[in-house]
């Protein structure tokens, strides 16, 4: 066993003794954990054994019973995870945290709490959790030691059964699905600190999403629950329908019209945004500056581009403007339990494109990387 501070990889030595045996719920069994799931033979993990192609993804099956949480660990049976952005770049090995060796892939997923260890207070058996994007991050301010991610430096949630420190979950929205709830870690909660984690979006102000990829959605969705007009920018037809039955008020072709600032502010009756939720870095900057109003902010979520190398504004467009820049890194536990009761509060659902059987884990990650999707892709496990 090695273990990693929140996240604990197992091997078959480390399974719970005599969990075949366990009795139902709500009984602690001789090592002080409380667990009610059921025999296993064998459980499934996948393993990032090659970065590269998506083939460096392995499946390995352990035999025996899956592994005893630790005194402050849950043991979640995991039903669905989802695939993100960072999570073909930690494949491709072009993500900023190297990944570690043999490293379970995927930041998100929601699962069932099945045993817990014998000092854990926050959950009990039967409870519906999700991963958090920084398990080590919990309130205020990230600091460089709360960097490590599930799917990167720590294990992640790609397996039928994970073991996570008390701290590194938090209960899931109750009217959500499996799959539902797995698409919230990163992307809900990325979006959600954009439009609150500093100066609020008030009602009645503009917020500017660029394109349709899960993240935007999420910031479309939240954007209307807090009273703000939506303008939205998007290259398809099609998918600006769709962005309209989001919620979105207004929604731009930014190929018909590159400059597209000059429209957000048209619409806006010359006063811009008043929060751009910037997805496209380098691609899309110039024209977010330029589409902000003068007080606004820019939530910058994309700092690359595999067009341009840096992320460039002219002199021209920054003269007129005191607005502010804020880079985000996801969110923390905190903003993620303050999404969930908004997503509660609102009845909102996750936009879901295409759910993939845990047998077809390759074709999910070639699907996602195709950018045909419209939401997010999950993968259910269980
Ligand atoms: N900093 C963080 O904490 C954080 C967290 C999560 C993700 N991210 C980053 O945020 C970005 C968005 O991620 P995502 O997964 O939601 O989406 P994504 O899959 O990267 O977004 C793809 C969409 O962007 C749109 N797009 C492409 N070029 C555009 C342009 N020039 N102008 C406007 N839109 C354009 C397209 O929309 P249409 O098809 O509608 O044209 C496309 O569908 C990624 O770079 C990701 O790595 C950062």
Request: aromatic content about 6%.
């Amino acid at each position: 066993m090695y273990v990693t501070g929140t996240t604990t990889a197992f091997t078959s030595a480390d399974t719970l003794p005599g969990i075949e045996d366990a009795a139902p719920s709500d009984q602690h069994d001789r090592m002080g954990t409380q667990s009610s799931h059921p025999t296993h033979h064998t459980y499934r993990t996948h393993h990032l054994q090659t970065p590269g192609p998506v083939e460096g993804i392995v499946p390995r099956d352990t035999p025996g019973a899956p592994p005893a949480p630790g005194p402050r660990d849950i043991l979640v049976r995991v039903h669905a995870v989802s695939l993100n952005k960072r999570d073909l770049l930690i494949l491709d090995g072009s993500y900023p945290l190297k990944a570690a060796p043999d490293v379970i892939p995927v930041s998100d997923g929601a699962g069932e709490v099945v045993a817990v260890g014998e000092e854990v207070t926050r959950f009990g058996v039967g409870d519906r959790v999700t991963s958090t994007y920084f398990p080590r991050w919990l309130d205020g301010r990230i600091t460089p030691a709360m960097i490590d991610q599930p799917g990167a430096t720590l294990p992640g949630m790609l397996a039928e059964y994970v073991r996570l420190d008390e701290n590194a979950a938090v209960r899931m929205p109750d009217r959500l699905t499996w799959e539902e709830a797995a698409c919230l870690p990163c992307a809900g909660v990325t979006a959600w600190n954009a439009l609150t984690g500093a100066e609020a979006v008030l009602p009645g102000e503009t917020v500017l999403t660029l394109g349709t990829g899960a993240l935007a959605l999420f910031a479309v969705q939240f954007a209307k629950t807090l009273g703000a007009q939506v303008v939205a920018t998007t290259s398809s037809g099609a998918k600006a329908a769709r962005l309209r039955e989001l919620g979105a008020d207004h929604v731009l072709n930014y190929v018909e019209h590159p400059k597209w600032a000059a429209n957000v502010r048209e619409l806006t009756g010359g006063r811009g945004a008043d929060l751009v939720v910037e997805t496209g870095g380098p691609d899309t900057i110039e024209q977010s500056v330029r589409a902000t109003a003068l007080y606004g902010r820019i939530a910058l979520i994309a700092a690359n581009s595999p067009h341009r190398p840096n992320l460039e504004i002219t002199t021209d467009a920054l003269a007129s403007s005191v607005l502010t820049m804020r880079r985000i890194f996801v969110g923390s536990r905190a903003h993620h339990e303050r999404m969930n009761r908004a997503i509660t509060a609102h009845g909102l659902r996750p936009v879901v494109d295409r759910v993939f059987p845990y047998e077809e884990v390759h074709a999910a990650y070639r699907y996602y990387a195709s950018g045909a999707a419209f939401g997010k892709v999950v993968i259910r496990v269980s």
